[in-house]
């Protein structure tokens, strides 16, 4: 599994703080039969304490994952609350 961390600063540079989260993207290949696939997920660390929260294979579209990062840094989502608000949005 690769794990693509965000740069929120160049991804959000009107944003003076960028919160005490950092994302990023994990990418795992799947294989479905004779094919195999990418498939994407998320993980939230906590700069403060450390604490991280990894919910692999979410979807294999990158609009969407692209679309649920964007509505996990918008919101601040920190590890907690990582898993309720992808059960939601799913």
Known sequence: M????????????DRKDTG?????????????????CESYGAAVVSRLTG???????IT??????????????RNQVGPIHLRDVIDDWL
């Open 60 to 73: 294999i579209s990158v609009p969407r994952i692209d679309a649920l990062m964007e509505l996990l840094v």
């Open 20 to 36: 005490p989260y950092d994302y990023s993207i994990l990418v795992d290949e799947v294989n479905v039969g004779a094919f195999s």
């Open 2 to 13: 690769r794990e693509l961390k965000l740069d929120l600063f160049s991804l959000y540079p």
């Open 51 to 57: 604490e991280r929260s990894d919910v692999p294979n």
